[in-house]
């Protein structure tokens, strides 16, 4: 499977501290971009980073991306408790550029 | 206001009965997807069309059907051949087809019994 596969499966924090999650997929891509969804809701795009681009900021969100290792790294600055989310990695393979591959998510929990 | 809707949010159905999901856009977006959602999983891509009047099959289309008659919908049928249908589905768009950002409507939750 081409899917992206993110680490930790599950994360558990305090309201204020810093969330790293990770994405790794199996081979060339575009571009990288990471989701978020609330409980049973649908996904909302949060930051798109491109293979030529190492690092991009919006807000309290940062984006790496190590096409070397093709992995990359969503960080949440200063956690809120309405972060509590399940994030998603989307990758579109160079090979098959008309759709998006999602990954399996991170589900974050932010207590107060 | 501009976005993407699904209806209906909950739907149940019999076992062995075809089920249409409804899926509309007002985004002026090219491209639309049907993703299967299953619980604690990640996306799974169904069918996605390019444009009006073309479609194609994605990672899971076998029991499911789609047309796209018009730009701005995409509705998916889960048919009595699909064998596991419950779970919660989500139809998105994009500007074209490609590495662009997908919105996606607020799902519809399929529960066959």
């Known amino acids: 499977s081409q899917q992206g596969e993110e680490d930790p499966q599950a994360l558990s924090i305090q309201e204020g501290e810093n969330a790293t999650m990770n994405c790794s997929y199996k081979t060339s891509i575009n571009n990288l971009q990471w989701y978020r969804q609330n409980s049973g809701r649908g996904l909302v795009h949060l930051i798109l980073i491109r293979s030529n681009e190492r690092e991009k900021h919006s807000g309290r969100l940062r984006v790496t991306l190590d096409t070397s290792k093709k992995s990359s790294s969503l960080l949440i600055t200063a956690s809120r408790a309405a972060d509590t989310a399940s994030y998603f990695c989307a990758t579109d393979f160079s090979g098959t550029a008309s759709k998006l591959t999602f990954g399996t998510g991170t589900r974050l929990q932010v207590t107060l | 206001d501009g976005g993407i809707t699904q209806s209906p949010k909950y739907l149940f159905r019999k076992e062995g009965q075809n089920v249409t999901l409804s899926c509309e856009q007002n985004l002026n977006h090219d491209a639309m997807y049907w993703y299967r959602q299953d619980p604690g999983q990640g996306l799974r891509l169904i069918y996605y069309?390019?444009?009006?009047?073309?479609?194609q099959k994605g990672d899971i289309a076998e029991g499911y059907s789609v047309s796209r008659e018009k730009k701005e919908s995409f509705p998916l049928t889960v048919t009595s051949a699909q064998k596991n249908p419950t779970a919660f589905y989500l139809c998105a768009s994009s500007i074209q087809a490609g590495p662009y950002e997908q919105y996606f409507g607020p799902g519809t939750r399929l529960t066959v019994t």
């Open positions: 069309s390019q444009i009006v009047n073309d479609f």
